[in-house]
């Protein structure tokens, strides 16, 4: 039974140019989160997606990021105009629908740099 | 704001030597409170979740309680490959999880 699956897991872009970062949840998961890990920080919750629609993206910045999740296809996590304090690592996570238990299970990750 | 608080940062342990990690958090209304498992340059994986205090749960050399408080990973008897670090999340009135930065453990041969 696969994992979450991310990719790419290693991006470098320059300054100015656009971010792509795909997730495809676990198997019969549809619920989708992303967070963003900094050097030395913790992980930072930025959106929860389902299927088609934005539950909470509290934690997303106001501009240049934008996240999906199509009805067919993964979810996507877009940074535009990308800055160097945009280099992280970018998690996503998945859980089952329908549950209070709210587990969530993680992807390895795509790792951004920004030169 | 739900906060999670880890200590200590680092712990360096003996092969045999048992220790714990505390996590402290201050949530409005505890839905979970869960710990990960992270290795370098890998994903978090998840290790237990906790509902209530006075819950507990083991796996392995691992075992996890909770008070209104705080928790904790207890370690009993580690082996190095129990090295990583260890991460606290609490998920309070809403879906998304709050993360402390986490317990680096190191066990030493």
């Known amino acids: 039974n696969a994992g979450v699956m991310q990719n790419p897991r290693h991006l470098v872009r320059r300054r100015g140019q656009e971010a792509r970062l795909r997730c495809s949840p676990m198997?019969?998961?549809?619920?989708v989160y992303w967070y963003r890990q900094l050097p030395e920080e913790g992980l930072k919750f930025m959106v929860y997606l389902q299927k088609e629609n934005i539950i909470d993206e509290s934690g997303m910045p106001k501009e240049r990021f934008s996240a999906e999740f199509p009805k067919e296809g993964p979810s996507i996590l877009r940074i535009q105009q990308v800055v160097r304090g945009d280099s992280a690592a970018y998690f996503c996570a998945s859980s089952l629908p329908g549950t209070a238990l709210n587990e969530q299970f993680f992807g390895p990750g795509t790792r951004l740099t920004v030169l | 704001e739900d906060q999670v608080t880890q200590s200590p940062e680092a712990l360096r342990l003996q092969e045999g030597e048992s220790s714990s990690l505390n996590c402290s958090y201050t949530?409005?209304?505890?839905?979970?409170l869960f710990w990960y498992r992270q290795d370098p340059g890998k994903g978090p994986e998840f290790l237990f979740t906790?509902?209530?205090a006075g819950e507990e749960k083991e796996k392995e050399r691992l075992k996890a309680t909770l008070t209104k408080k705080e928790s904790f990973l207890h370690i009993t008897a580690p082996k190095p490959e129990d090295s990583a670090t260890y991460l606290c999340a609490v998920s309070g009135g809403n879906e998304k999880l709050t993360f402390g930065t986490g317990t680096r453990l190191t066990i030493i041969p």
């Open positions: 906790l509902y209530s």
């Open positions: 949530v409005s209304g505890l839905r979970g």
């Open positions: 198997k019969g998961h549809s619920h």
